[in-house]
C-alpha cells in the first residue's frame, strides 16, 4: 500500500495501473478502503500550502491537482463494471465524492491514463455515465475524454451534447492555443462538432478564465472561440465555406443578443464575401423582418456591398424594406436603404410600382434627414391625388423642411389641432363601501392580502370596527385559511408583518415570532391596527377619523367633521395622526354650507385647525399642542403661500410649514478610471445618496408633509402616498435617483412607482416636487419617461398649470450633464401639436441652451439645436443669437 501511495505521489499513474489492474475482489476492496482513508495534505504531500508565499502557494497548488487526480485515477483502476462505481464513492464532509465524475470533468493527468485502463478493461456502461451527466448543470465531461470514447467506440456519437461539451470552458482549465492545436490535429472534430456550433445556443455569453496568447485572462467565452479561430487561421487552416449561409440562418434563431451579434463578428471572421452574401440575400432580406436593431444594421451594411451586382433580387429587397420604415434608432441604416431604393426606382422596370402607402411611413420617423429623403421620394414617385390622404396622418409628426418638400408649409396654422386632454376624474366620485357582515369582512381580509393597498387595509379595520358584536364564536377556525397565507412566509413589506401580528393578536395564538422593530417607512399602519387592538378590549365601535370615503383614498369633508362629532358627543379623544391623514386624503374643495355650519360646532383643541381648513375662518393661529395639524391644513389649503405665523414656533424651520417646499438641488461629477458618474445631490440628502456620505434629514413623524418617512419598495409606495396625497412634492424627491443612468433595480422602481401614483391618481405637484417629474422625464427607463411626459402634458392641457420651474430645472440637469440630451430629444419628437407644449418645449430649450457651457458641450449638442430652430420656427418666434453662437464648437 505505501508503494501506491509513493505512485500516487509521484503521478505516476502507468505504475498506478500496473498495481490496480492485478488485483482479486477482496484486494480491490481493500485498496478501496485504503485510498478513501488517505488524506492528501496530510498522508501523501505531508504539508498545507495555505501558509506558503503566493508563487510556492500556487505551485504546490498545481502540484496538488495532479496528484488528486492521480488518486482519483487510482480508484477507477480498482474498478472492473458498472457496479463497482458506486464502491469507489464516500462521503467527503458533508457531500458524496465521485471520483470518476470528477475525472471525467476534469483530467488533470490526462485521457492516456483513463484510455489505457479501459483498453484493458473495456466499459460497456460509459453510456450511462454520459447521460446521467448531461442531466446536471456542473457535471460535464471533458471533451478530449468525450471524444476519445467515441473514437473506442466506447460511446454512441450526440451532436448537441459534443457541441455542448467542447464550447462549455471552464474555469482555468483552457488554453487558446492548445485549443487550435487540438482542432488542427483532429479535423473530424472540426466537421463533426466544432462546425456545428452554430445550430445551439452554447454557453458562450459566460464569463470565463482561461490562458490567452497574452497570459491568464478573464472574459466572455465569445472571445475564447474567437481566438482559436484566429490561431487556426494563421496556423494555415481553411474552414470550409459552409459555415457563411450556417451563420446567416441562425441570425434568425430567437437567442440573446450579444450571442447573435458575435455570430455577426464570426462572418467578418470567416471573411465572408459579396459572391457569398448575394448567394443567401433572402436570408439578408428575412434579416430586415426580425425587429433587431443589430441585425438590420448588419443586413443593409451588406446588401450596400450587392445591391448593383448582377443576380440581386430588386423585387425581393422593395418588398421586405417597407418594415423597417417605422422602426426607432436606426436612421442611418434607413437613409442608406433609401439610396438603395432611389437607384432601384430610377430603372425603367420599376416605375410603376405601388410602394406610396410604405414610404409614407417613412414620415412617423423623427430624424429630419429621413424625413426630408421620404418626402422628396413620396413627392418623385407617389399619385398627387392620394398623396395628401397619405400624409395626414402624420402631420403632427412633421419638421417645417419635410412640410415644405410635400408643399404644405403654408397649411401650418390649420396644422396645429389641439391635442385633446386627458380625461378628467368625474365630479362625483365614487362611494366605497365599508363590509357589513361576517362574510364581507372575511372576503376584505384576503382582498387585503392579494392587493395590499391602503383603501382595502383601511376597510377591513373600519369594518372589523363596526362589526365587533357580529363577531362569530367560531371565528378563529374561520380565519384559519388567511392565518396560514399570513404566517407561512416572510414579509418584506412591513405592514403585511404588522397585519399578520395584528391577526395572530386577535386570534390569541403565538405561531409567528413579533417583529419587535418599529417602522419608519409607514407608522401609520402599525399605529392604526395599536389603535384597533384598544378598541377590541374596549368594545369602542367610534370610526377611524381617516377611513376613506370615496374611491381610490378621498373623505368628503361632512363625513369628517360628523366623525368628529360622534367623538366629542361620546367624550372620547381622537388620535392626532388619524385627524392629520384624514385632512390629508380630505376633498375640501367639496365644502358647503352645511359642512360650515357643522364644523363651526366642533369645541375639540383641533376646532380652529378644522375650521380654517373648511372656510369657516381665514385666521391661522397655531398652537403647540396641534401645531403638527395646523402645519398640514395650511399648507394643503394655499400650497404656494407663505405663513409667517409659524414664525417662532417649534416647526419655524421645517421645510414645507412656513415656506413652500424648495429644496436645493446640484449635479456633482464623479469621475474614476472606469467611468464618469454625474450625480443629483439634494439638500439634506433628502434621497438617501448613498453616495454622499451625509446623514439624511427627517422631521417629526406627524409633520405629514416634509415627509418625515423613510423610503418603501413597489406596493408599499402606493400606500404610503396614499397618506398625503394632496401635498405629494415632498415624499417624491424622497424617491429620486442620484444618477439619471445605471441604476439597480430600487432606484429604477423608484421612478416607476411614484411615477405611476401620480399619474394614476391625477394628482397635483408643488415646488421642488417638480424636480422629481424632471427627474423621471430625463431617466435611463423609457416607461419612467413615458409617464413623465403624460403628465407633463396633463398638468398642461387639463390643469393649466405653469411650469416655468419645471424647464428650469430640465435645463439645469441637461446642461450639467446630469443625463444625456437624447432622452430630452425623444420627449421633443413626440408628436404633440398642442401650442401649449410646444411653447413649454420651447422654453425647457431655452433654459438649457441659457445654462450651458460653451466650453463643454454635451454631446448631440446640435440635435437640441435644430429642435430649437425647428419649434421656434413653429410657434413664429425670433431665435436667439447668442444661443446659437454659443453652441458652435471651437
Known amino acids: ?190 466537421g463533426m462538432v466544432f462546425l456545428q456550433f452554430h445550430k445551439y445556443e452554447i454557453p458562450v455569453l459566460d464569463i470565463s478564465k482561461w490562458k490567452a496568447r497574452e497570459g491568464y485572462v478573464c472574459k466572455k467565452v465569445t472571445e475564447y472561440w474567437t481566438e482559436v479561430i484566429r490561431i487556426m487561421q494563421e496556423k494555415g487552416y481553411v474552414f470550409d465555406r459552409s459555415i457563411i449561409p450556417f451563420l446567416l440562418e441562425s441570425l434568425l434563431n430567437n437567442w440573446k443578443k450579444p450571442h447573435l451579434d458575435w455570430h455577426i463578428r464570426l462572418l467578418g471572421l470567416f471573411n465572408a464575401t459579396q459572391h457569398e452574401y448575394l448567394q443567401q440575400q433572402q436570408l439578408l ?46 436612421e442611418k441604416s434607413i437613409l442608406l436603404s433609401l439610396d438603395i431604393l432611389e437607384h432601384i426606382l430610377k430603372k425603367e422596370e420599376h416605375r410603376t410600382l405601388d410602394i406610396y402607402a410604405d414610404l409614407s411611413m417613412l414620415l412617423l420617423q423623427t430624424d429630419p434627414k429621413v424625413q426630408e429623403k421620404g418626402a422628396r421620394l413620396l413627392m418623385e414617385h407617389g399619385d398627387p391625388e392620394i398623396l395628401k390622404d397619405l400624409v395626414e396622418p402624420h402631420l403632427s409628426n412633421l419638421k417645417l423642411k419635410t412640410l415644405e418638400i410635400l408643399g404644405l408649409a403654408h397649411d401650418l396654422d390649420t396644422l396645429s389641432l389641439e391635442v385633446s386632454a386627458f380625461e378628467d376624474r368625474a365630479e362625483q366620485l365614487e362611494q366605497v363601501t365599508v363590509p357589513s357582515t361576517w362574510d364581507a369582512l372575511l372576503f376584505q381580509i384576503g382582498n387585503f392580502i392579494r392587493t395590499k393597498s391602503a383603501l382595502d387595509f383601511d376597510l377591513f379595520l373600519e369594518g372589523l370596527n363596526q362589526l365587533q358584536d357580529a363577531i362569530p364564536e367560531d371565528y378563529k377556525k374561520q380565519l384559519k385559511p388567511y392565518c ?95 385627524l392629520i391623514v384624514a385632512c390629508n386624503r380630505l376633498l375640501y374643495q367639496q365644502t358647503d354650507e352645511e359642512v360650515i355650519r357643522l364644523v363651526k360646532t366642533l369645541k375639540g383643541n383641533y376646532a380652529a385647525a378644522m375650521q380654517y381648513y373648511l372656510g369657516a375662518t381665514d385666521q391661522v393661529k397655531p398652537e403647540e399642542d396641534v401645531l403638527e395639524l395646523w402645519a398640514q391644513t395650511t399648507r394643503i389649503k394655499q400650497p404656494d403661500h407663505l405663513f409667517p405665523e409659524f414664525q417662532n414656533t417649534a416647526a419655524e424651520n421645517y421645510p414645507t410649514v412656513v415656506k413652500p417646499f424648495d429644496i436645493a438641488f446640484k449635479v456633482v461629477i464623479d469621475k474614476n478610471e472606469y467611468a464618469t458618474w454625474h450625480r443629483l445631490f439634494l439638500e439634506h440628502n433628502w434621497n438617501y445618496s448613498w453616495f454622499k456620505r451625509e446623514e439624511t434629514k427627517h422631521y417629526p413623524p406627524l409633520f405629514y408633509n416634509t415627509a418625515p418617512f423613510t423610503s418603501v419598495f413597489r406596493e408599499a409606495i402606493a400606500f404610503q402616498m396614499s397618506l398625503t396625497p394632496q401635498y405629494i412634492g415632498p415624499i417624491l424627491c424622497r424617491y429620486i435617483p442620484d444618477t439619471a443612468s445605471g441604476n439597480e433595480v430600487n432606484e429604477m422602481e423608484h421612478c416607476l412607482y411614484p411615477m405611476q401614483f401620480l399619474m394614476d391618481n391625477r394628482l397635483d405637484v408643488h415646488g421642488s416636487g417638480w424636480l422629481y417629474i424632471a427627474v423621471c422625464l430625463l431617466f435611463e427607463k423609457k416607461i419612467s419617461r413615458d409617464l413623465a411626459a403624460e403628465y407633463v402634458q396633463y398638468s398642461l392641457l387639463n390643469k393649466q398649470r405653469d411650469l416655468s420651474y419645471l424647464a428650469h430645472v430640465i435645463g439645469k440637469l441637461i446642461a450639467e450633464g446630469y443625463a444625456p440630451i437624447n432622452r430630452f430629444i425623444e420627449y421633443l419628437d413626440r408628436p404633440f401639436v398642442a401650442q401649449k407644449i410646444k411653447e413649454f418645449q420651447l422654453l425647457c430649450m431655452e433654459n438649457t441652451l441659457e445654462k450651458v457651457d460653451c466650453g463643454h458641450l454635451p454631446v448631440n449638442s446640435k440635435k437640441l439645436v435644430a429642435n430649437y430652430v425647428e419649434i421656434s420656427a413653429q410657434l413664429n418666434k425670433e431665435v436667439n443669437q447668442k444661443f446659437l453662437s454659443k453652441m458652435k464648437r471651437k
Open 285 to 330: 432580406f428575412s434579416l430586415l423582418n426580425t425587429g433587431s436593431t443589430n441585425l438590420i444594421n448588419f443586413s443593409l451594411r451588406q446588401i450596400k456591398t450587392i445591391y448593383k451586382m448582377e443576380g440581386f433580387d430588386e423585387n425581393g429587397f422593395i418588398d421586405n424594406l417597407s418594415t423597417i420604415f417605422p422602426k426607432e434608432k436606426i
Open 484 to 578: 396560514k397565507q399570513l404566517f407561512s412566509r416572510f414579509w418584506n413589506i412591513d405592514y403585511i408583518t404588522f397585519f399578520a401580528e395584528f391577526i395572530q393578536y386577535w386570534i390569541g395564538e403565538n405561531s409567528i415570532e413579533k417583529n419587535s422593530h418599529k417602522s419608519d417607512s409607514i407608522p401609520f399602519a402599525k399605529n392604526k391596527l395599536d389603535w384597533m387592538r384598544q378598541k377590541l378590549a374596549s368594545n369602542n365601535s367610534l370610526p377611524f377619523l381617516s377611513t376613506p370615503s370615496h374611491l381610490p383614498f378621498y373623505l368628503h369633508p361632512k363625513i369628517l367633521v360628523e366623525r368628529l362629532l360622534q367623538y366629542e358627543q361620546k367624550n372620547v379623544t381622537i388620535e392626532m395622526e388619524d
Open 1 to 190: 500500500m505505501n508503494k501506491l501511495k509513493q505512485y500516487i505521489a509521484d503521478k505516476n499513474w502507468v505504475e498506478v495501473l500496473n498495481q490496480c489492474k492485478v488485483l482479486n475482489t477482496d484486494e480491490r476492496s481493500a485498496t478501496i478502503q485504503y485510498l478513501h482513508s488517505l488524506d492528501i495534505d496530510l498522508d501523501i504531500l505531508a504539508m498545507d500550502g495555505s501558509s506558503l508565499d503566493r508563487q510556492a502557494r500556487s505551485d504546490f497548488y498545481v502540484n496538488r491537482n495532479l496528484v488528486a487526480s492521480t488518486l482519483n485515477f487510482a480508484l477507477i483502476a480498482c474498478t472492473r463494471e458498472f457496479g463497482d462505481i458506486a464502491k469507489i464513492e464516500y462521503m467527503n464532509a458533508t457531500w458524496l465524492f465521485r471520483p470518476l465524475n470528477a475525472y471525467l470533468a476534469k483530467p488533470d493527468i490526462g485521457v492516456k491514463p483513463l484510455l489505457a485502463f479501459y483498453q484493458l478493461f473495456p466499459p460497456d456502461y460509459l453510456d450511462k455515465i454520459v447521460k446521467a451527466s448531461q442531466k446536471e448543470r456542473f457535471g460535464g465531461i471533458d471533451f478530449k475524454l468525450l471524444w476519445t470514447f467515441y473514437k473506442q467506440d466506447w460511446i454512441n456519437f450526440d451532436e448537441s451534447y459534443f457541441v455542448m461539451s467542447l464550447f462549455t470552458v471552464t474555469m482555468f482549465d483552457r488554453n487558446t492555443q492548445e485549443e487550435a492545436e487540438f482542432l488542427f490535429k483532429n479535423p473530424d472534430v472540426i
